[in-house]
């Protein structure tokens, strides 16, 4: 299968900070492509670790809005879906994920749109999985996996497994991703399995120290 990769809406490329009314776009072909290139069955760069994932609801946006933490620029998110204030406020920031997504995802991944545009396939690919790896199954107290009473995994945000995501690191090399650690080096020890990537960003979801 030959997936085209997405690209942002040109509306929201170069606004370089600029104020606009509409800063996010929900991005359903962005979904359609990641499903397809990570968590699909038979997909093309099919990963097992996402694959709690392939009947969770998942919203995808693109931002034109700059972001800056800790002196990096962050180029990607992942959030678990949680509202707050009172009855009202919630009920007023549940109508916008209805509205933008047709339901209440149970992440939310933010990519901004223009490093998305500029980035090599790799490059892109590295970041995606990124977030994608953020958005994890709980463990119970022997590190098995948790699901519901129904039988759907048991969904929470997840922290990397040293200072970089051990799984990050076996598929794109340590060379190009966060952490130093021995686990880290000893997964980047054997030949990359998809292709050398340089995310030179930082996660928006990491920057809040998870």
């Known amino acids: 299968m030959i997936l085209v990769r997405p690209r942002p809406p040109a509306e929201l490329l170069g606004m370089l900070g600029a104020v606009t009314d509409e800063p996010f776009r929900p991005a359903p072909e962005l979904l359609e492509w990641l499903r397809a290139a990570f968590i699909d069955e038979g997909a093309p760069l099919f990963n097992e670790d996402h694959a709690h994932l392939q009947n969770a609801s998942l919203g995808v946006l693109w931002c034109s809005l700059p972001r800056a933490s800790g002196g990096n620029a962050v180029v990607g998110q992942a959030e678990r879906l949680q509202f707050q204030g009172n009855k009202w406020s919630q009920a007023r920031q549940a109508q916008q994920m209805i509205g933008w997504f ?36 709980e463990r119970d107290a022997f590190g098995a996996p948790k699901f519901r009473k129904d039988g759907s995994p048991a969904l929470a945000i997840r922290g990397h497994d040293v200072e970089e995501f051990v799984g990050v690191v076996a598929r794109y090399g340590a060379g190009n991703a966060a952490g130093q650690t021995q686990a880290l080096v000893d997964a980047a020890s054997k030949s990359p399995s998809i292709a050398a990537a340089d995310v030179a960003g930082c996660c928006g979801t990491c920057g809040r120290g998870v």
């Open 102 to 137: 047709g339901c209440l995802p149970a992440f939310v991944l933010t990519f901004h749109a223009d490093y998305a545009d500029v980035v090599d396939d790799a490059t892109f690919c590295a970041l995606v999985e990124h977030e994608l790896y953020h958005c994890g199954q």
